[in-house]
């Protein structure tokens, strides 16, 4: 998989707009990993007036050792994240130079997807949404985003 560099793992986060709310929710918890200084994190809200965003995005995401994928409906239907951003991120796990974890923030269909064969997270892909508290799956997502970080630093460091 991709080397991170030096001690910093890059997350780039794909996600629908619809989910914004949720995407921030999610920031916060990965807050203290930032604050760690093992990760640094992009995603689309980062752009700045001028830049070109399509390549910006493609730009990104080709830096990243692990790329988010936020699942719902709305991430479903984009055509933009399909063809664009979820083909990248698939066609970087294939060859080995990225991490694509999926996060299941709503109910939908996804299971037919690509990612499916992915490890999900919450525990047992159960949506975000779905959790009396919320703020357990976000936990759990946050655990396991910090697990995979600390296997990329060590396999680095090997």
């Excluded at 830049?51 to 995401?61: A, R, S, V």
Aim: hydrophobic content about 40%.
């Amino acid at each position: 998989m991709s080397q991170s560099t030096a001690s910093k793992v890059y997350i780039f986060t794909s996600y629908a707009h619809e989910d914004e709310a949720l995407k921030n929710e999610l920031d916060k918890y990965l807050k203290v990993l930032k604050r760690s200084g093992k990760i640094d994190t992009w995603n689309d809200r980062a752009l700045i007036a001028g830049q070109e965003w399509n390549k910006t995005i493609m730009e990104e995401l080709a830096k990243a050792n692990i790329i988010i994928l936020l699942i719902s409906v709305d991430f479903n239907a984009s055509d933009f994240i399909y063809e664009k951003e979820l083909a990248e991120a698939m066609k970087r796990h294939e060859a080995g130079t990225a991490y694509v974890v999926p996060v299941i923030l709503r109910p939908c269909k996804w299971t037919s997807m690509q990612y499916a064969k992915l490890q999900a997270l919450p525990r047992n892909a159960k949506p975000v949404t779905e959790y009396e508290d919320q703020d357990r799956a976000f936990t759990e997502i946050a655990t396991g985003i910090e697990t995979l970080v600390d296997h990329i630093l060590s396999s680095a460091k090997s």
